[in-house]
């Protein structure tokens, strides 16, 4: 079995293919420090896809080139776990001289493009340096969709494959669907929440944030409703802090600007503080969801985790990231900026969640030959391809017998 590096991972992994964040039983120690828990959603499925023996992660800050020598005797491969790095503020570290001095196949594991809201996304030297040399190290480059693959061919790099993300595929399971219960037995609904939001990649704050307030309260009055928080530090208070913690979450939240004009009003305060859930373990949100009739809302793969374990889930777009993974996968979404009410009996259509079916098992099978492309052991079973079926001989020219 292989022995592995990762670079760029997001938590500490534990039983062999699981990932928690660092420390994550002292609370105290990073309840005021914002981590993004759904980029350990990706390093926790990227394991969870790959036969491996050994695991170490490939250093790019102040890296000691002794090392990376050995490791290119060690080791087999390297895999940068999936996520948003082709953005014009993307920093590297030492990555591009790490890679010069590997030998080794690099392999990009899903990752993606972030668009601006106007203007063409320009990309630095260096991260077209980084993606060059990963590119020239492996047989193919996997990204998560078309916009991010078009950004790689601007800059010369053709030997892309589109492969979504590695959650999606956490269960290895090529025959995955979605099937529909009827909408009057929806009973417990998670909603995915991102308050904090980027003025450079969502087009109006305030109708993102009244629209996002509208909808928490509009579920929340119909089901029982999870509010499932990602990392942004006052949710992550208000589900696992003291009393003094979350009274310190309520009191920020009223500081806020954005919020307490577009966000925070009585009705969303006390959903905040009666149905807020946060984990910084990977395994307890795949929990979750398989407790949940429905997820959906604005996070990517908090509602990928929902689709990948076959509970329906509906994408909010508001940004080039959301709709590209709505796209790739042809999720059932809705645009945030569309001006339109969301009204869910629209979304509740098998014929919309027939085509991710569809979609969900042809990029399964682009995830795995990629993988096998790249000589990567994968966990991954093999996409049972229908045989060809030959033409049918007209009556008139068969033989009898």
Known sequence: ???????????????????????????????????????????????????????????????????????????????????????????????????????????????????????????????????????????????????????????????????????????????????????????????????????????????????????VKSLAGRFEATLMAQGEIEEKKLALGTPEQKEEAIAALRGNAWATSWYLDEAMEALYRSRMFYSDVVADYENLVRSLDLVLGYRLHGNLMALANGTPSIYFTYDSRTVEFAETFQIPSFDVFSGRDFRLEEHWDQARFDRFNTTYAQVYAAMRDFLVENKVDTKMAPVVRAAAVPPAVPEAERKVA
């Open 1 to 215: 079995m292989a022995r592995i590096l990762v670079m760029i991972p997001s938590g500490e992994v534990y039983d062999h293919d699981n990932v928690r964040w660092y420390g994550h039983a002292d609370l105290a120690s990073h309840i005021n420090h914002y981590h993004n828990i759904g980029d350990a959603f990706v390093f926790d499925s990227s394991l969870k896809l790959l036969n491996f023996e050994k695991l170490d992660v490939l250093p790019i800050d102040n890296p000691d080139m002794a090392l990376i020598d050995r490791m290119n005797a060690e080791y087999d491969y390297v895999f940068l776990r999936g996520s948003n790095y082709v953005h014009a503020d993307m920093q590297w570290s030492q990555t591009a001289d790490v890679l010069r001095r590997l030998k080794i196949p690099v392999i990009a594991f899903g990752i993606g493009a972030q668009a601006p809201v106007s203007g063409k996304l320009e990309l630095s030297e260096d991260t077209k340096t980084v993606l060059r040399l990963m590119a020239d190290s492996t047989a193919s480059l996997g990204v998560r969709g078309t916009y991010s693959a078009e950004i790689l061919n601007e800059i010369g790099i053709k030997n892309v494959r589109i492969i979504g993300c590695p959650t999606a595929f956490r269960a290895n399971r090529p025959d995955l669907a979605i099937k529909l219960p009827a909408l009057d037995s929806v009973k417990k609904v998670g909603i995915t929440l991102r308050r904090e939001v980027s003025p450079t990649y969502a087009q109006d704050i305030k109708r993102y944030l009244t629209f996002h307030r509208d909808l």
